[in-house]
DNA sequence: CAGAATACTTGGTTGAATGAAGAAATAACT
DNA sequence: AGTTATTTCTTCATTCAACCAAGTATTCTG
């Protein structure tokens, strides 16, 4: 019969919804602390390991803003940080001298390589799913907004 | 020739886990601020409104704070601005007179109805997905550790 | 009844994140 | 060229969630 429905998907949606939602919330958080755990290990925080993760190749500050989505002044602290540690330099960008590319050093990416598979592996839910599985979350995950 | 394989999973699976982490960990973030501009509109705090939400029915507080996931101090302060709000009360526990048990007043109760939805609606993800999607979401989640 | 354990509270501290305002360099426009 | 606006990063002050250690009250255990 499936009732009334004028509004799309009044039924089971709603709480199969928030239950979802209560889910990647409880595992976001759980992931956060996993990402926090790990990189205390490698003797650096959190943010600063999803910076040094983020600069594969090195890029500018604002690009890096971008990618790890928190504000400029941050990434400055931040960058501050990683370049105290030697794990980091700041190079003038040759193309605009406003700008500056965050470049990790030979140490920065040696930790780099050990850190991303200690993060992967231990991860709480990412590290027991295959590649088909991790796809299949991806594709609910970044479906088109339309 | 699926190549050497001693360790299970070392082909494209690794890329795919980082994949799905870094979306993982970019949509918690997105949610949580999502969940702080709506509570934020109710007039409470994200923490806050996670908590009201949490009480579709009296609990202890150490019911609570394990549903939160959060420590029993932080979970006092919450509970002390939700009391200072009228949207809670603290009960004695009949059969424990050490325990509290967090109430919802009517005023809470009322707020509660109106901010389920308008977080799940909006939802960044969430908010776009089906009933099944969802569960294919929490199925994926939620599998079993071993 | 004495001591251990549990449930919550209090106070102090840390650290990530934000926002406003400033310095340096470039772009745009006349 | 010269002036103004915009972009890029930095500095400073502030806020707030989260954590830890210690304290109080109640219940459980032997």
């Known amino acids: 019969m499936a009732a009334t429905r004028h509004t799309p998907a009044r039924t089971g949606d709603d709480q199969a919804r928030l239950d979802a939602l209560d889910s990647l919330l409880r595992l ?3 992931l956060r ?3 926090e755990t790990v990189a205390h290990d490698f003797g650096i925080s959190a943010p600063q390991a999803r ?4 600069l594969s190749e090195p890029m500018r500050m604002q690009q890096a803003a971008e990618a790890t989505a928190c504000e400029p ?3 400055t602290a931040l960058a501050d940080q990683l370049e105290g540690a030697g794990l980091l330099t700041r190079k003038p960008d040759p193309t ?5 590319q965050l470049c990790l050093t030979t140490k920065g990416k040696a930790l780099r390589t050990k850190l991303v598979p200690a993060v992967v592996d231990g991860a709480p839910v990412v590290g027991r799913l295959d590649g088909g599985q991790c796809g299949r979350l991806r594709s609910l995950i970044e479906m088109e907004e339309t």
Request: charged residues 35%; aromatic residues 0%.
């Open 33 to 35: 602390r996993h990402v």
């Open 51 to 54: 910076l040094v993760v983020t």
């Open 28 to 30: 976001g958080m759980e």
């Open 96 to 100: 605009d001298r406003r700008a500056r």
């Open 73 to 75: 002044s941050h990434l």
